[in-house]
């Protein structure tokens, strides 16, 4: 196991370099993941922001769906960001017990900046850039609520699956991507010989 954890961001559509950036600044290593074969031999996982029905549509196309769901059911860590949340919930992915409003705030000209506290995050609030942004309209129990805003719960988490609504990555401050490069080194520890579809696949910067 090589001390860089290896992280996939999904690039079919929507702001997948700003995430790769921010990782990148943190010292991991990170692909692009368009074809179920990107996703062996990764560490970590992020679904961008983006657009939910072309993601959709994209993750049918190239039959990643199920791809996806083996490789959270084998403990990678997952952290899905605006639309990536809607992808994370009952109506598509299912991988988390919830069920996202799609432009919950409204839409494009509704965008806000908003200071969101959130449980487990050290250094105070976070300020969430909120463009057409969901919010988690009704959840299992298995689903903590990490923060909320007006009422709306913006950010939770479930097992090693953390999603929010809000864009952290277009933001100078790192700590959601720390806090989720933290749960990836944990998982390794439990998994040192990392987790495989089919063996190892390439590392890339």
């Known amino acids: 196991m090589t001390d ?13 370099e700003a995430h790769e950036r921010m990782l990148r600044r ?3 290593c990170t692909r692009e993941v368009r074809v179920p074969g990107d996703l062996e031999g990764l ?13 959709t549509l994209g993750i ?6 199920e791809p996806l769901r083996r490789l959270a059911a084998g403990g990678t860590p997952i952290f899905g960001s605006c639309a ?3 992808m994370l919930d009952r109506d598509h992915l299912g991988l988390m ?26 250094g105070g609030s976070i300020r969430g850039i909120f463009i057409r942004a969901p919010w988690i309209a009704e959840h299992g129990s298995d689903v903590e609520v990490l923060g909320s805003v007006d009422g709306h719960p913006v950010a939770a988490r479930q097992g090693k699956i953390l999603a929010v609504s809000f864009h952290s990555e277009l933001g100078e401050d790192d700590r959601l ?17 990392g987790h495989t579809l089919e063996g190892a696949g390439r590392r890339v910067r």
């Open 4 to 16: 860089e954890p290896l992280i996939g961001v999904l690039a079919l559509q929507g702001g997948f």
């Open 26 to 28: 943190l010292g991991a």
């Open 43 to 55: 560490d970590g996982l992020i679904l961008p922001g983006g657009e939910s029905t072309t993601m």
């Open 60 to 65: 049918a196309r190239e039959g990643l769906a």
């Open 84 to 86: 990536g949340l809607i």
């Open 97 to 122: 017990d919830m069920r996202a409003d799609r432009n919950a705030f409204g839409r494009q000209i509704r965008s806000f900046e908003e200071e969101v506290e959130l449980s487990g995050l050290d």
């Open 177 to 193: 991507h720390r806090l989720f490069l933290d749960r990836v080194a944990e998982a390794r520890l439990e998994h040192p010989h």
